[in-house]
């Protein structure tokens, strides 16, 4: 056994983060990568196995197997002599539409079978034959061993040794390097450069920017990787264009697709700082003779885009390549630690959409034999443990093509989703110096339901109040009905509503105005219902505090919403007294008897509809929280439809999700 052994070094950061998903979800097909092609002439089956046996025995990463077993880190091993075989089906008797039905059946159990990871090779051919001269020939292999850029290059081999054999020429290749100078050329690379850059680079940024366009989250499952694919052709002349604007800006491709998904992200989460992955080619330029290794070079690097929209889109654009361009010093860096650098928490994946530049476009006119061999209908089949990976082709006609988790996303989503991106581009070449607020991924049909359609809400003769005001009305129609009920009791409306007058007087002797804002300390309560009313009531725009949350949010918003009240009780805000200099408290639970001397009566204050009635803090996971405010007649005018939506019968009882 250990005669066969040629290597055994360590995995590649890229390699070690594949193994991990693939011993994960085993049943997940991540990964295992199928190119197949239809070859059409007078093919020697025999001659065409030797060929690819001579590039197995040229190439080291071919004849790869991984071990990891009573291992403090997994390994791989590379074989000496590794046979190679084409497994070969006779399809000539079976018509055209049931050998392709027996073909992608084939291809789905070809999937499920795998790869047996320890035990070289890590990849399968097959050929059908369809006709007397015409083949589907199929390669099934594991992402462990190469990336894209490798295909090509296999491809060119086999069919160099193969037209050699058959016109019975020598030939002779430059012997390759092996991948293992690649892994001693990783072991050299500067980690602390990479962390200070990379920590610096993603501070602030605390969760995955959401996608905007996922199922519900009901219809979720996780664990589910099925995957789909669609794909989204730009015209020649739009292609066209898009290489008349990049040579233009002094940009690349690249950069432009870059900037594009950045702003659609952007406008699909509601936020103005987006982080995805994006995929390197990882080949070192002072590694002599890199371009011809096979192996893993590629890698997942995040991509963190800050976006002003006042800026015009070349400007943006330029600024977007300058910090790819920085970057690009610390590509080597491995994913999983720069996870670990980040503010992101262990177990949460930094990003959950990946774009995929390919730059190695796999053409059938790369592989031109002449009129010995023809090459068609070339398609490549992957797998990715991401649910939205976005592959951009280069080529005639430039194409996007979306590898999608069908647990995660509908087709139609994802349809959208690249017709935006289109209607993004095409209004972007329109003109570089459009700001970026004006850039909308939206068509006019789109613009038009949102905005005349669904926008149609005017109710005749409605007129918003106050949230307290509406309150007040039901309270005066029906002061004896009961209006809450906890654990500890019920309340009728007319007490609730003597009761929250009591405490907006009290807030009014300390100062309480419109407008003021007034912090909320306290858990579920009757208590609590009566204080939000008295607040709004003295006119404050509450601020709910969740006793829960830890001391440092809820100190960051106390400082940050500039409250200088707070209703709460002794227990809830006995780690904030602090506070005590800059933020007057009112103790429910200890001032049962200085209320009951304040006035039942509602106060007489010019409160409007527009006035604030409540802030919230948005969850920071996107770096600090921020607080949005919310008007009274925001409020009611929720209230008002959904009464006229859903209305209530008399004695039913709602239950509202908050």
Not at 130 to 143: K, T, V
Request: proline share 6%; aromatic share 10%.
């Amino acid at each position: 056994m250990r005669k066969n052994i040629e290597a055994i070094y360590p995995l590649s950061p890229m390699q070690q983060g594949m193994l991990f998903h693939t011993l994960l979800a085993p049943e997940s097909e991540v990964y295992f990568e199928q190119f197949h092609c239809t070859l059409s002439g007078t093919l020697s089956i025999d001659r065409f196995e030797e060929a690819w046996q001579k590039v197995t025995d040229r190439h080291p990463a071919l004849r790869t197997a991984f071990v990891w077993e009573n291992l403090k880190e997994p390994l791989q091993v590379v074989g000496r002599r590794v046979k190679i075989r084409i497994e070969r089906h006779d399809w000539r008797a079976k018509g055209e539409e049931a050998a392709e039905e027996d073909f992608q059946r084939f291809l789905a159990e070809d999937r499920k079978k795998g790869f047996t990871l320890n035990k070289a090779p890590l990849m399968r051919l097959t050929l059908f034959q369809l006709g007397e001269r015409r083949y589907r020939f199929l390669w099934s292999y594991h992402h462990l061993l190469l990336d894209g850029w490798c295909l090509s290059l296999i491809l060119k081999e086999v069919l160099a040794f193969y037209m050699a054999a058959v016109q019975e020429k020598p030939i002779d290749l430059p012997p390759p390097r092996p991948y293992q100078d690649y892994i001693a050329w990783l072991k050299k690379q500067d980690l602390g450069a990479a962390e200070a850059f990379w920590r610096k680079h993603l501070r602030g940024f605390a969760a995955p920017t959401p996608l905007g366009i996922d199922r519900t989250a009901e219809g979720i499952e996780t664990r589910n990787l099925d995957s789909h694919e669609r794909e989204h052709a730009l015209s020649e002349t739009t292609t066209a264009r898009v290489d008349a604007f990049c040579r233009a800006q002094r940009i690349t491709t690249n950069n432009l697709i870059r900037g594009l998904w950045a702003l659609l992200l952007a406008r699909y989460a509601g936020e103005d700082d987006v982080l995805f992955g994006a995929t390197v080619s990882g080949r070192p330029a002072e590694l002599p003779g890199v371009e011809s290794i096979v192996g893993l070079f590629i890698n997942t690097l995040p991509v963190r885009v800050r976006i002003a929209w006042e800026a015009s889109f070349g400007s943006f654009l330029t600024r977007l390549q300058g910090e790819e361009l920085e970057a690009r010093h610390f590509e080597y860096s491995p994913l999983v630690e720069i996870q670990g650098w980040s503010e992101v928490p262990r177990g949460t994946p930094l990003f959950e959409s990946l774009l995929v530049f390919e730059n190695y476009p796999l053409d059938a006119g790369l592989l031109d034999l002449g009129e010995e061999i023809g090459i068609s209908d070339l398609h490549f089949v992957e797998r990715t443990n991401l649910p939205l990976t976005l592959f951009v082709v280069p080529g005639k006609r430039l194409t996007f093509r979306a590898l999608y988790h069908t647990a995660r996303f509908e087709a139609e989503a994802i349809e959208r989703m690249l017709g935006h991106l289109e209607m993004l581009l095409e209004r972007a070449l329109a003109n570089p110096e459009t700001p970026l607020a004006r850039l909308s991924p939206l068509t006019e049909g789109e613009r038009h339901l949102l905005l005349e359609v669904w926008n149609d809400t005017a109710v005749p003769d409605f007129m918003p109040g106050t949230i307290h005001g509406t309150f007040e009305r039901q309270a005066a129609a029906t002061p004896e009905r009961v209006a809450a009920r906890s654990a500890k009791g019920s309340i009728t409306f007319g007490a609730l509503d003597r009761q929250a007058n009591r405490i907006a007087h009290a807030l009014r002797r300390r100062g309480v105005a419109p407008e003021v804002p007034v912090a909320l300390l306290a858990g579920r309560s009757i208590e609590t219902l009566a204080a939000i009313l008295g607040i709004l009531k003295a006119g404050g725009a509450y601020l709910p505090l969740d006793p829960g949350y830890p001391k440092e949010r809820l100190a960051f918003m106390l400082r940050d919403s500039g409250a200088r009240f707070v209703v709460t009780t002794r227990a809830a805000w006995e780690p904030f007294e602090d506070f005590q200099s800059e933020i007057e408290p009112l103790f429910l639970d200890e001032a049962e008897e200085l209320l009951l001397q304040e006035p039942e009566t509602p106060l007489d204050l010019p409160i409007s509809p527009h006035h604030p009635a409540y802030i919230v803090y948005t969850s920071g996971s996107t770096g600090r929280p921020k607080g949005v405010i919310g008007l009274h007649a925001g409020a009611v005018n929720r209230f008002e439809w959904m009464w006229r939506t859903y209305p209530f019968a008399e004695g039913e009882v709602g239950c509202q999700k908050t």
